[in-house]
C-alpha cells in the first residue's frame, strides 16, 4: 500500500494540525523527541503503519494505533450523573 494512503477520517493531534495519510502519520511519529517516540505505545502505532504498507492492510489499524499513541495516559472517568438512554425508555 502507497504511503500516500489516506485514513478514512483524519486524526487530529493536540497542536490543532490532522493527520490525513500513512505518511503524514510517519512523518509525525519521527519528528516526535527520542524520548517519547521511544514510548511503547508510539513504537506499536510505528510498527501498525509498516504492517499496513508491506502487508497491504487496513489503514484503520495504523489510524488505531495512532489514537492509542495520543491517548496514552488519558483515563475516562465514570460520571455516575450521566444518564443512561436506555434507561429513560418507558414501558
Known sequence: MPWSS???EPTALPNG???ACLRDAAKYI??????EAN???WQAAMEALMLVVELNGPTMFARIGIMR???RG????FNP???DPE?????
Open 6 to 8: 489516506g485514513f478514512s
Open 17 to 19: 494540525k490532522k493527520l
Open 30 to 35: 519521527t519528528a516526535l523527541p527520542a524520548k
Open 39 to 41: 514510548a511503547p505505545e
Open 69 to 71: 499513541a495520543l491517548n
Open 74 to 77: 488519558h483515563v475516562r472517568e
Open 81 to 83: 450523573k450521566r444518564k
Open 87 to 91: 434507561a429513560e425508555e418507558g414501558p
